[in-house]
């Protein structure tokens, strides 16, 4: 399964930051960066069971959390990335980077074809700002949009893990 440091990934990312497989063991610390990053709780038991079922990544420094993407199975051969945070002292130093090109190689190395992620204004504690900047780090990650509500609230974006 192995791990990346950030460093490596990432071309000049953050040194000392190791990219892994997701375990039980590391729910805690992905709730609580929910909590201290999106400030809204995290389900634990749900998380735990993405994590066991779906491959789901984390960063980790000094045994912290400081990002993850965890999925769960949205077809056989899609998974449907529920969440993705990178602690806010931790951003916009190519983690966040680093950390979806190892869950999307992961992906792909499981047998998954594809990725259907959702980005909203509507969830607790989301900004115009900070969606803004997600819905950018998508596009730049080669994910494209596929839906958008009326009102601009929600879109729904997609991965080919199949495209070169």
């Not at 992961?106 to 700002?129: D, T």
Request: aromatic letters at 6%.
């Amino acid at each position: 399964m192995g791990t990346a440091t950030a460093g490596a990934a990432a071309r000049g990312g953050v040194p000392g930051v190791v990219i892994r497989l997701a375990a039980r063991e590391d729910v805690p610390g992905i709730v609580a960066l929910i909590g201290r990053g999106n400030h809204r709780r995290g389900d634990a038991e749900k998380i735990r069971r993405c994590v066991l079922r779906a491959p789901s990544e984390v960063a980790c420094r000094d045994g912290e959390v400081v990002g993850f993407v965890y999925a769960r199975r949205f077809a056989p051969d899609v998974l449907e990335w529920c969440n993705v945070a990178v602690a806010p002292e931790y951003r916009r130093l190519g983690l966040g980077t680093a950390m979806v090109q190892k869950a999307e190689d992961e992906a792909r190395r499981f047998g998954y074809v594809a990725l259907v992620g959702a980005n909203s204004r509507l969830h607790p504690g989301a900004s115009a700002e900070h969606c803004h900047a997600a819905r950018a780090f998508w596009e730049r990650m080669g994910w494209r949009e596929v839906l958008r509500t009326p009102d601009g609230m929600s879109v729904v974006i997609v991965k080919d893990l199949m495209a070169p």
